[in-house]
């Protein structure tokens, strides 16, 4: 099916159901991931309501158009060739609203980790602090199980809203969920929002807690240029992280085109300006390559590559 066809195709779908937002056209990927490589999806939807998700999930399932979710694409990376997939981006108001009850949380999955917090500090709410810095979404967070500071987002999830592929939303209970590190299991689904279980706590110890953290990650992490942040998982296999087995064989500072291993922290791949995604796959190619060689540990990559 030819670009313009395909334009046409969605373009009648959305109009057929009477959806409102946002329908774009040859988005591309580096403007809309953290690492600013990648070609062009097909397009991107960004829904105004949860009534707009279904009714657009239930079309694109009926014509058999395959779909993304996207966050702040901090955890991506788009091949040069971009994708023939459609990409979904809750970033509406309706998908950005955070509603506090006692202790809990209830929030879109648009919204920002940073806002998270920051709502949460202001009501005194703590057990969230170790989500501060990380770039990314409440809904990405809970999809990739994000976490540090030997916390992940499941230490404090309620319960997950979900949509999927036929449009039906479901409510996912905490402990019918399959998290695991750096994983939860929600494939194939739409993370619309959460209900967060916090803790009252001293406000000023909450504060406390987030300016050692974003302080431990300033003096840690590269920000110097765009990343897609950790590239690798640690190891269960190994008493090492994976920025300390990179580190060991070497590899800081090592460069292919326009990306290049951090030299502050091993597990950061950089573009230094000009990368191009072959340039980081290759990058991790060779990482993975050495690794193994010097160590006997198999390195599987955190991040998610999109072809």
Do not use: W
């Not at 953290?213 to 897609?228: C, F, G, I, N, V």
């Not at 326009?258 to 950061?268: E, P, Q, R, Y």
């Amino acid at each position: 099916m030819s670009k313009l066809v395909f334009r046409d195709k969605l373009s009648a779908l959305k109009d057929a159901a009477g959806l409102k937002g946002k329908l774009s056209f040859m988005v591309p990927m580096s403007r809309y991931t953290t690492m600013r490589v990648g070609g062009a999806a097909l397009a991107m939807y960004q829904p105004e309501s949860l009534k707009d998700i279904i009714d657009f999930l239930r079309a694109c399932e009926e014509k058999g158009i395959p779909l993304m979710p996207i966050g702040c694409g901090s955890n991506i990376i788009a091949s040069d060739a971009g994708t023939k997939k459609v990409l979904i981006k809750l970033s509406a108001p309706f998908f950005r609203r955070i509603e506090v009850c006692k202790e809990e949380v209830n929030c879109g999955s648009g919204v920002l980790l940073a806002e998270l917090c920051s709502a949460a500090e202001k009501r005194s709410l703590g057990a969230c602090e170790f989500l501060a810095g990380i770039p990314g979404t409440v809904g990405g967070a809970v999809f990739q199980n994000a976490g540090a500071h030997g916390r992940s987002m499941s230490d404090i999830i309620k319960d997950v809203k979900v949509v999927d592929a036929q449009g039906c939303v479901s409510i996912l209970r905490r402990n019918t969920i399959d998290f695991s590190y750096r994983r939860s299991g929600l494939n194939g689904l739409i993370i619309v929002g959460a209900t967060l279980a916090l803790k009252k706590r001293a406000k000023k110890s909450i504060i406390n807690d987030i300016s050692r953290y974003m302080e431990r990650r300033l003096t840690t992490q590269d920000y110097t240029a765009p990343s897609a942040g950790c590239i690798f998982k640690n190891p269960a296999a190994s008493s090492l992280t994976a920025a300390q087995l990179i580190e060991g064989c070497g590899l800081k500072g090592r460069r292919v085109g326009g990306a290049s291993v951090s030299k502050k922290h091993a597990n950061f791949i950089i573009n230094n300006g000009n990368a191009r995604a072959r340039d980081v796959l290759r990058l991790i190619g060779i990482i993975k390559k050495r690794v193994n060689a010097a160590y006997g540990v198999e390195l599987k990559e955190e991040v998610e590559i999109i072809e």
